[in-house]
């Protein structure tokens, strides 16, 4: 074990790394059967929350099914194309390269460096597209669920947009 997956296997890092990964898969078998309904998710050391119009019933059979894809070995699943870690890697990558670009060691006056900005801005964008699912696979979601379930799940609707809580235990 490499000593990035030791820390990530502590407390409370293993356990969200898991619980976010049946989170994705879960969205992910939601959008297999509601294509193109909006949906978004929440992990955290309890379980994690999903955000969108979906009725309880289907959304527990869609953990479950996650659950069973992940322990089947769809590992894939664990990996959302529109997890928060990909537009936090591009956003890093293209903040530091703006960054860079306004440092006075590029010698041009702030106002003209404009076109540089943008265009490392945009290349810093283009080549972090693959850093983003990497950090998912090695840092922010594991696959592995083991023997964990859906325990409990509630809906609250507070509001116009529907909220679940899916707790999840060993």
């Not at 898991?18 to 078998?29: D, K, M, P």
């Amino acid at each position: 074990m490499t000593t990035l997956e030791s820390a990530l296997s502590i407390f409370p890092f293993g356990r969200i790394r898991r619980h976010h990964g049946i989170e994705h898969a879960t969205l992910q078998v939601l959008a297999e059967r509601y294509p193109g309904r909006p949906l978004a998710g929440y992990s955290d050391t309890g379980g994690f929350w999903v955000v969108g119009d979906v009725p309880t019933e289907d959304l527990a059979a869609a953990v479950g099914q996650a659950i069973a894809r992940l322990q089947a070995g769809e590992k894939s699943l664990a990996i959302h194309p529109q997890c928060g870690t990909n537009f936090v890697a591009g956003g890093m990558v293209a903040g530091l390269l703006a960054w860079l670009a306004m440092l006075p060691s590029f010698g041009r006056k702030r106002s003209r460096r404009l076109p540089l900005v943008v265009a490392l801005v945009t290349l810093g964008t283009i080549i972090s597209q693959p850093l983003g699912p990497w950090l998912q696979a090695k840092v922010t979601t594991s696959p592995d669920v083991g023997t964990l379930h859906a325990h409990q799940i509630t809906r609250y609707v507070g509001s116009n947009l529907p909220l679940h809580r899916v707790l999840l235990k060993p």
